[in-house]
T-cell receptor, first 113, second 112 residues
Framework: GENVEQHPSTLSVQEGDSAVIKCTYS??????FPWYKQELGKRPQLIID?????GEKKDQRIAVTLNKTAKHFSLHITETQPEDSAVYFC????????????FGKGTMLLVSP | SQTIHQWPATLVQPVGSPLSLECTVE??????LYWYRQAAGRGLQLLFY??????ISSEVPQNLSASRPQDRQFILSSKKLLLSDSGFYLC???????????FGQGTRLTVV
């Protein structure tokens, strides 16, 4: 089955800096890669996703890149703000009509004012 | 718009007691439904998914079971809880033939 590795497990940055979280996956058949943000005690929220026919996708301050050959994808957050502090999860699945996601273990991002 | 309801929000149960967690989705038909578990400080693990009424697929062997008695209702059950069943249980849905998945508020289960 699919295995998703995520690094780093914790990331501390100063407000205004950029943050990068990286994930690798094992199953070359995976073609859908979402990122979720989870604040303490709350549900994971989908913030951005990318499909394997696209190399990069951007939404305001967040962007995701995908290298299908190397089987890794990354989340980039620019101009970080304290409200970006949360746990971020990457995931992978095959687009087979439903969404059985395999998640990474998460990255706790701390943005200091 | 679509909404997902999950209850209860928190639950404390003794070892050996039964469990029933319920999830319902509004505003869509024929959703795909999922149960995930998140252990403390860990990622999310898929437990069950369902693509239709009465259709349940299990991803990991365990002490839990799932049922889908109605199109937009998904239930997670156990006959006898174990300490290791403690965790944050999240129901999720995705639209028919879509991959974007959206989570409910979650149930924090503590087995004592």
């Amino acid at each position: 089955g699919e295995n998703v590795e995520q690094h780093p497990s914790t990331l501390s940055v100063q407000e205004g800096d950029s943050a990068v979280i990286k994930c690798t996956y094992s199953d070359s058949a995976s073609n859908y890669f979402p990122w979720y943000k989870q604040e303490l005690g709350k549900r994971p929220q989908l913030i951005i996703d990318i499909r394997s026919n696209v190399g990069e996708k951007k939404d305001q301050r967040i962007a995701v890149t995908l290298n299908k050959t190397a089987k890794h994808f990354s989340l980039h957050i620019t101009e970080t703000q304290p409200e970006d502090s949360a746990v971020y999860f990457c995931a992978a699945s095959m687009n087979s009509g439903y969404s059985t996601l395999t998640f990474g273990k998460g990255t706790m991002l701390l943005v200091s004012p | 718009s679509q909404t997902i309801h999950q209850w209860p929000a928190t639950l404390v149960q003794p070892v050996g007691s039964p469990l029933s967690l319920e999830c319902t989705v509004e505003g869509t038909s024929n959703p795909n439904l999922y149960w995930y578990r998140q252990a403390a400080g860990r990622g999310l693990q898929l437990l069950f998914y369902s693509v239709g009424i009465g259709q349940i697929s299990s991803e990991v062997p365990q002490n839990l079971s799932a049922s889908r008695p109605q199109d937009r209702q998904f239930i997670l059950s156990s006959k006898k809880l174990l300490l290791s069943d403690s965790g944050f249980y999240l129901c999720a849905w995705s639209a028919l033939r879509a991959t974007e998945a959206f989570f409910g508020q979650g149930t924090r289960l503590t087995v004592v």
